[in-house]
């Protein structure tokens, strides 16, 4: 009888927790939205090819998500927010965010940028594993003890973090570190299921466009996805931000728009590439990502199409969200011999919130391309020391280019060709090119 009782109540209690799932309940501030929920329950319900086994696997791991991890974050969110009320005073405007889509050579302009680090702060992989303030102070006190001791704790957090949970392969295309410059996608991707990193955490295509989409989601969800990212970065500042600007690095070009409208003087930068230089890259970095995550790749058919779609997604929103940039030298020309009227408005707008360059003339000369962003946001040249410190990362870059120990697939080891990728993003080659 006692246990039929101790039955009962975790039943209620688990039917309390989803009905305010289903009615959107502001008391649970942190929560997939609900048709990004009933996209994933589809696919492990119609995935083909997964036996019952598999099916109840998956649907067990969504449950123990749903049911214990969002209910932790959300009672640990709710304390920081007695404790600390006052980090929500803390301002975003002039955050410069780096967006952009993957394996253009964004994340290394990201962590270049972030060497200024007595202008940016950017958020570490465990500010974003953990937004809780409470969490990152008793973190604090554990790298005090380290520096105090001699002892190891963090390193070891290092390693259990990057090497054992992330494994060797994702670290070795994307390496991370614990105090490293961090892509906010993890965020959004690790409690809310958002944005094109989602993917990585459930092997189902159609999931993964859901995830992606954010501005296709209501306006409240989109407004409760924007307003959970902003609070977050308002804990980062408020911890360590010693009066410095946020500096951003996402794929999160589905919410941009909301940012711009949220923030006040965001600037935005992008490195633009041929997909078709960087569609491999990606496909085997999200593979390597689901197999580590999910336990499970996508079968090399659905993924590869199901790679194409968001790259038809991404370049037609990053080409919208873009249309008015300041552009970098190369495309800029190339858009001035499109329609030099344009291009003569858009040099002339010292207001243009919005840079955009290719990844050739990043790749060619990283310091002018920052000096290019400096440049745009009124910033004024770079100081000896941060150009200094550009020229030794593109040294440290250099060496782990030469050290990568994975290879990609071709275009045709997947069943396509340079002709034909260019030819589907034809409009994006021109526009920018490349």
Same mark, same amino acid.
């Given at each position: ?32 939205? *609900?048709? %990004?929920? $009933?996209?994933?329950?589809?696919? !492990? /319900?119609?995935?083909?090819? =997964?036996?019952?086994? &598999? ?72 500010? *974003?594993? %953990?937004? $809780?303030?409470?969490?990152?102070? !008793? /973190?604090?006190?554990?790298? =005090?003890?380290?520096? &105090? ?286």
């Amino acid at each position: 009888a006692v246990m039929r009782k101790k039955e009962e109540m975790i039943l209620a209690i688990a039917g309390i927790f989803t009905a305010l799932i289903v009615i959107e309940t502001p008391f649970l501030f942190i929560c997939p939205p *609900l048709p %990004l929920l $009933l996209s994933w329950v589809n696919g !492990i /319900i119609c995935s083909p090819n =997964w036996n019952f086994l &598999k099916r109840v696997r998956y649907m067990a791991v969504f449950l123990l998500f749903l049911l214990v991890g969002i209910p932790f974050i959300n009672i640990f969110w709710i304390l920081d927010e007695m404790i600390f009320w006052n980090y929500r005073d803390v301002k975003l405007d002039n955050s410069v965010f780096v967006v952009a889509g993957f394996r253009t050579g964004s994340t290394n302009l990201h962590r270049a940028l972030s060497l200024d680090n007595e202008r940016f702060v950017s958020p570490r992989m465990i500010e *974003l594993l %953990l937004p $809780l303030l409470s969490a990152q102070y !008793i /973190i604090d006190g554990i790298e =005090w003890i380290d520096s &105090k001791y001699g002892t190891s704790m963090i390193s070891n957090l290092e390693v259990k973090l990057c090497e054992n949970y992330f494994g060797k392969e994702l670290t070795s295309r994307h390496p991370m570190s614990w105090y490293g410059a961090e892509e906010d996608d993890i965020l959004l991707a690790f409690w809310l299921r958002a944005g094109w990193y989602a993917g990585v955490f459930f092997p189902n295509k159609d999931a993964w466009m859901n995830s992606g989409k954010i501005d296709d989601l209501s306006a409240n969800n989109q407004s409760r996805i924007c307003e959970f990212y902003m609070r977050s970065m308002q804990k980062v500042l408020y911890r360590r931000g010693g009066g410095r600007i946020l500096l951003s690095k996402s794929h999160l070009i589905n919410l941009m728009p909301l940012i711009q409208k949220n923030i006040s003087n965001a600037r935005f930068v992008s490195i633009v590439r041929n997909p078709k230089d960087t569609f491999v890259s990606w496909y085997s970095l999200a593979q390597a990502g689901l197999e580590r995550m999910a336990n499970k790749r996508l079968p090399e058919d659905v993924a590869v199409e199901a790679h194409l779609e968001f790259w038809d997604e991404f370049t037609k929103t990053e080409m919208m969200f873009f249309k008015n940039a300041n552009y970098h030298s190369q495309a800029k020309n190339t858009c001035s011999n499109k329609d030099s009227e344009k291009t003569h408005v858009r040099e002339k707008n010292e207001q243009n919130n919005r840079t955009i360059m290719t990844f050739s003339e990043y790749l060619n000369n990283q310091k002018g391309a920052v000096e290019h962003c400096y440049a745009s946001w009124g910033y004024g040249d770079l100081s000896s020391t941060m150009a200094q410190r550009l020229k030794s990362a593109e040294k440290e870059h250099a060496v782990y280019k030469k050290s990568r120990d994975y290879t990609n697939p071709t275009l045709e080891d997947l069943g396509l060709d340079s002709s034909s990728v260019t030819k589907r993003y034809a409009e994006y080659i021109k526009t920018y090119g490349l």
